[in-house]
């Protein structure tokens, strides 16, 4: 094939990955829908660059993504590879054969200096991402701006400004692009259990999480 392609080993079916970036899940919006229960809804991307391919696992499994047995978060691969969706297998194929390190984990760049605000939004934006949930779907901007206490246009307008400052291309599932980058990064960490509730179920290393009195900014 003159494109590189996804193989699923149980049916034997071939999908050509055609776009620049092409979804892996069990949810009916995947591109590749993947029908076991061990693979989210939304599991992972394929994104090609060039001749090159490499997986971004959208960190909202437990069951994760691997790449020849060893779990990634992000990695390019290399033709005849087996990713693992959850119990899921596939195998990768059509990309030239050149010589890469195989082990190559695509580098996250440095996180952007962020406001206090900001800071908010990315919380309760990725807080049902880090709940006990085998899979959940991170925050609306209706939800951030009920426990932030602004306005929906305010908080769309920060999601406008961090989708520019994590550099997340317009398209179909961006604020969980944007979720992941930033969990990925260690932006925002899960709490114990027990300080659920009033507290944050997610805190930013050095960043007390505003109540719901603070003041909008």
């Known amino acids: 094939m003159d494109i590189p392609f996804l193989r699923i080993e149980d049916s034997g079916e071939v999908i050509s990955l055609g776009g620049e970036v092409t979804t892996v899940g069990r949810g009916r919006g995947a ?25 971004v696992d959208l960190g909202l499994s437990r069951n994760g993504t691997r790449v020849n047995g060893r779990p990634i978060a992000r990695r390019v691969l290399d033709d005849g590879d087996v990713l693992s969706f959850g119990a899921a297998r596939c195998r990768i194929g059509g990309i ?3 010589d890469i390190d ?30 006990d949930e085998a899979f959940a779907m991170p925050a609306t901007a209706r939800e ?9 246009a305010a908080v769309k307008q920060h ?27 260690g932006l925002v960490k899960p709490m114990p259990s027990g300080d659920m ?21």
């Open 31 to 55: 591109d590749i829908r993947l029908d076991d229960p061990s693979v989210s809804r939304l599991h992972a991307e394929l994104v090609r660059r060039g001749p090159y391919v490499y997986v």
């Open 96 to 98: 030239p054969r050149e």
């Open 159 to 185: 999601l406008l400004r961090l989708y520019q400052k994590f550099r997340v291309p317009e398209g179909p599932n961006r604020r969980t692009r944007l979720a992941n980058e930033i969990v990925a990064l």
């Open 144 to 152: 951030i701006a009920d426990e932030l206490v602004v306005t929906e």
């Open 102 to 131: 195989a082990d190559t984990e695509v580098r996250r760049p440095a996180a952007p200096e962020l406001t206090r605000r900001e800071l908010d939004v990315l919380t309760s934006l990725c807080r049902p991402a880090l709940s």
């Open 197 to 217: 509730g009033a507290a944050s179920s997610a805190s930013l290393p050095g960043q007390p999480v505003r109540r719901r009195g603070d003041q909008a900014v």
